[in-house]
């Protein structure tokens, strides 16, 4: 893919004074503005691609929201589906049927959302295929048969703070999002352990492990590496924070090999893949937490953009512009300008998703932010 040396980002803010100052219409004209009306040509089945959101967890972009997305696609004339992947660690979407019953729970029926949900890696995440990329750590990437069977993709997501990833937006949602279980599990390479002295035997981890990889003997947790699939599932339970990985090593690949996944979730469809990214509840945590964290900073809005490194670099930078939030999980860079990810998830490289992701052609960091 060739990186453009500079994209264009819309962006709609969130303050309203009248009927046609609401999120619905100002999702209508970043559509339009953005151009992506190009999307819906021949009747193009779209996928539109969300995250519904674990259990528990309520801050995943609203289904009345995505819905103004799915109007504007069958205003021109797509025939769009909702539509995301099976998680690799034990939840409330580990198969399509727990999936969709959880997407039913979250308000995302056709009454709803206007459009029907399909899990796009069948069943029990077993349909998929290899797309090349010939990268550094991937020469073949799985993508899910739904994903690469779409005539275009729209991607919708929920800019927030993770972990691992230091950020989770539009790269993000293309990476784990549109792979496999079996995919997600190479991404996944750090392996985790356990420091006795932290743990106080509470078993969350235990109860959260896709493999039984958690072993307990004297009401203390360890686990078995060779058995571990990298999920951090374990990571993100544990209160005392007793679960870590080899940050300094481990980080940096895992990153890397996100990044060569959402390459290839998108090489075979050049100019059919759009973004919108909303810049609300912005919490630290993935919305596969199965809860929601108070955010870290204000609500700012909403962007789309044909590039998914040019909407990321332009979200993260509207966040670290504000006024952190006291009483978060965030720790420390409050002042404007400051790194409110890193301020929040100190070991983190999410940064490394953006330059990596220009290195390797998915899309440019140099942008100009057009307000609509």
């Given at each position: 893919m060739n990186t453009p040396k500079q994209?264009?980002?819309?962006?709609?803010?969130?303050?309203?004074?009248g009927p046609k100052d609401n999120k619905l219409s100002r999702i209508a004209k970043l559509f339009d503005k953005a151009g992506f009306k190009s999307l819906a040509e021949d009747g193009a089945l779209t996928a539109v691609k969300v995250h519904f959101g674990e259990l528990g967890n309520d801050t995943?972009?609203?289904?009345?929201?995505?819905?103004?997305?799915?109007?504007?696609?069958?205003?021109?004339?797509?025939?769009?589906?909702?539509?995301?992947?099976?998680?690799?660690?034990?939840?409330s979407r580990q198969n399509a049927v727990d999936h969709l019953r959880t997407t039913v729970m979250h308000g995302f029926n056709y009454e709803t959302a206007g459009a029907p949900v399909l899990i796009a890696d069948g069943l029990r995440g077993n349909d998929w295929r290899e797309v090349e990329v010939g990268l550094k750590h991937f020469k073949k990437v799985k993508i899910a048969s739904g994903i690469l069977d779409a005539d275009s993709l729209v991607a919708v997501s929920h800019f927030k703070g993770h972990e691992m990833a230091g950020f989770g937006g539009a790269i993000k949602n293309l990476a784990m999002g549109c792979s496999p279980p079996?995919?997600?599990?190479?991404?996944?390479?750090p392996r985790f352990q356990v420091n006795a002295g932290k743990c106080v035997g509470c078993a969350e981890c235990l109860k959260v492990c896709p493999e039984n990889a958690v072993k307990f003997a004297v009401q203390k947790a360890s686990?078995?590496?060779?058995?571990?699939?990298?999920?951090g599932e374990c990571m993100t339970v544990c209160r005392t924070k007793a679960i870590s990985m080899d940050w300094a090593t481990e980080l940096g690949p895992f990153t890397e090999k996100m990044v060569e996944y959402a390459l290839g979730a998108v090489k075979s469809r050049p100019g059919k893949t759009a973004y919108f990214n909303f810049l609300v509840n912005i919490t630290p945590d993935c919305d596969c937490a199965s809860w929601s964290d108070a955010p870290i900073v204000p609500d700012i809005g909403i962007l789309a953009s044909w590039d998914p490194v040019a909407i990321d670099k332009?979200?993260?930078?509207?966040?670290?512009?504000?006024?952190?939030l006291h009483g978060s999980q965030l720790g420390t860079n409050f002042a404007p300008g400051g790194h409110k990810f890193l301020g929040t998830w100190k070991h983190t490289q999410g940064d490394l998703q953006l330059s990596y992701a220009e290195e390797i052609g998915l899309g440019t960091q140099n942008y100009v932010l057009k307000e609509i």
């Open positions: 994209s264009t980002v819309y962006f709609a803010g969130l303050r309203a004074r995943f972009i609203s289904p009345v929201l995505v819905r103004a997305v799915v109007d504007r696609l069958r205003k021109h004339g797509a025939n769009p589906f909702l539509t995301d992947t099976a998680t690799l660690y034990s939840g079996a995919g997600k599990r190479e991404q996944h390479s686990i078995d590496k060779s058995m571990c699939v990298g999920c332009a979200c993260l930078d509207l966040v670290n512009r504000q006024h952190g």
